[in-house]
């Protein structure tokens, strides 16, 4: 009686065939995966940077808005006259003009903060997680330093100002920056003449 014992088994050939095939399959959706979480970070960070470029010329407003309150409420005035709140906003915000400035809340609640900027450095926005509230503030003691900078700029030009508001920051390995601009226009809609 024959015995034939022959063992079958793999070639190195197929082997290294098979392992290819399977770093093919492996890798092709691990990729896609990470560029999707590339994508989704950085469009999370252009959000985050158009709000904030939003807010800064809600701000900005926000700075007119309350001297026409305190105007029409007579909280403010020189020697018994009334002041123009118009040109009082023009004086308050000198820093902002044709210059960067930054602008957040007061830590009151209760007005605007104007911070010379004169270059973007000055500029950083750190996240402020006080209990009391979380925003983003231009103050670096005890709060978090985040990747934006916001600038605001003011145009005036008869009886409108226009308002620049840029958001700048940079994503890990990219070279150029990525950068947010919002432009509005504040008018003297309480013209007090």
């Not at 004169?118 to 103050?139: E, Q």
């Not at 620049?164 to 509005?184: D, H, N, Y």
Request: net charge positive.
């Amino acid at each position: 009686m024959k015995n034939f014992s022959k063992q079958h088994g793999f070639s190195l050939v197929e082997v290294l065939v098979a392992i290819t095939l399977l770093l093919l399959i492996v890798t092709g959706p691990m990729k896609i995966i990470t560029d999707a979480n590339h994508s989704t970070a950085f469009a999370s960070e252009q959000v985050t940077a158009f709000f904030l470029a939003q807010e800064g010329l809600e701000l900005a407003q926000k700075g007119r808005d309350d001297l026409m309150l305190q105007y029409f409420d007579k909280q403010f005035n020189n020697n018994g006259n009334m002041v123009n709140p118009w040109a009082k906003f023009q004086t308050n915000f000198r820093l902002c003009i044709g210059k960067n400035c930054g602008l957040t809340i007061k830590n009151n609640g209760t007005g605007v903060d104007i911070k010379n900027c004169v270059n973007l450095v000055n500029c950083r926005l750190y996240l402020d997680s006080s209990p009391v509230r979380s925003s983003y503030v231009h103050t670096s003691v005890n709060n978090t330093k985040t990747l934006f900078t916001r600038a605001i700029q003011m145009f005036p030009t008869g009886d409108e100002i226009r308002v620049v508001s840029t958001v700048t920051w940079r994503t890990g390995s990219l070279i150029a920056g990525q950068k947010v601009e919002l432009i509005t226009y504040l008018e003297n809609v309480y013209d007090t003449n």
